[in-house]
């Protein structure tokens, strides 16, 4: 499975890319919001060091200007995926900017009716949200199986991203649902790595050494 990080905070995009775990990044309008600068600053800094995919999202809410946005966004980088909403207009973008071979993510999807109609219209990735599902007590995690299964059952090539992931729980179950693509808040990758026994196992480990009196780099 592949990681996307979910942010706009480049610094945190850099310090997790340079631990080989990062596939690509996306964005979304909110995220853009919080780091208050200028999304073409933003995106073009990021795609300059990340090679993956990165998403962009369109801020019209009809075709034709959604169309003009992507095509606008898709400048910074051959690295662009460029988001809609699926909505009725963005599946009709997303089929315009997918026959000019551009990459489309198409985002804010909740059932798997809507994600099958995503692929049909050419999208390249379609991107559930998990979270936001689960907030309002619905499966998230059913939907990714969903997903899966109708995709492998048609071989459709989109890409199943799942978004709105919250906790270490969701990376697990969405990689055991078969996504192809996790994008997850900087903080949740950096939690992954931990484990208690991990750091208990550490500690004794460097006791033990500091009782040998060893060195392995010996000083010059
Ligand atoms: C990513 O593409 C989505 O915009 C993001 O994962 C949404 O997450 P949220 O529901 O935590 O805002």
Redesign the pocket.
């Known amino acids: 499975m592949k990681f996307f990080v979910?942010t706009a905070e480049v610094d945190a995009i850099r310090e997790l890319f340079e631990t080989g775990l990062v596939d690509g990044v996306?964005?979304?309008p909110?995220?853009i919001a919080k780091s208050g600068r200028l999304i073409k600053d933003v995106i073009k800094e990021i795609a300059d060091f990340v090679p993956g995919p990165i998403?962009a999202?369109v801020a019209a809410t009809d075709a034709p200007t959604m169309i003009k946005e992507g095509l606008h966004l898709s400048e910074i980088g051959s690295n662009i995926a460029i988001?809609v909403p699926l909505t009725f207009e963005g599946l009709k973008a997303c089929r315009a900017l997918s026959d000019r071979n551009l990459m489309v993510?198409v985002?804010l999807c909740f059932s798997a009716n809507q994600a099958l109609l995503a692929a049909k219209a050419g999208a390249s990735f379609i991107?559930p949200?998990i979270?936001?599902l689960e907030d309002i007590d619905e499966d998230g995690m059913g939907l990714i199986e969903d997903i899966r299964l109708i995709y492998d059952n048609y071989g459709f090539e989109t890409e199943i991203?799942a978004?709105?992931?919250?906790n270490g729980a969701h990376v697990k179950n969405v990689a055991l649902a078969g996504a192809d693509v996790a994008?997850v808040?900087p903080q949740i990758l950096h939690d992954l790595v931990k484990h208690p026994l991990t750091d208990k196992g550490l500690d004794a480990f460097l006791k033990d050494w500091e009782s040998t009196g060893q060195v392995i780099l010996s000083k010059e």
């Open positions: 979910d996306t964005t979304n909110s995220l998403s999202e988001k993510n985002t991107s949200f979270g936001r991203l978004a709105s992931i919250r994008t808040p």
